[in-house]
């Protein structure tokens, strides 16, 4: 399966800066849903009053998903792959 990586950028409420990839499958690319999908991650981390738009979060890239992330996404439709800050 091919996804698109969508780059995000959030600042937490304690003013540092979360760093996390939502990752889709290829043919989603209603940025609208992205950000939905963003802000549903941004709940459970208790950071779900910070903003999540175009300044945010944008496309990166397009690339063959990993194992893991594919059952996560035949579940959920997403995958988020914490990077920085994330806890």
Not at 9 to 25: A, L, Q, R
Request: contains cysteine.
């Amino acid at each position: 399966m091919k996804v698109a990586v969508w780059d995000t950028y959030v600042t937490k409420k304690d003013g540092s800066v979360m760093h996390f990839d939502i990752i889709v499958p290829s043919h989603i690319t209603d940025a609208a849903m992205i950000y939905r999908y963003g802000k549903e991650y941004l709940e459970t981390k208790g950071q779900e009053s910070q903003p999540l738009a175009s300044e945010e979060c944008r496309f990166c890239h397009i690339e063959t998903v990993k194992p893991q992330q594919e059952a996560e996404i035949d579940k959920r439709g997403y995958y988020i792959y914490e990077m920085e800050n994330c806890n």
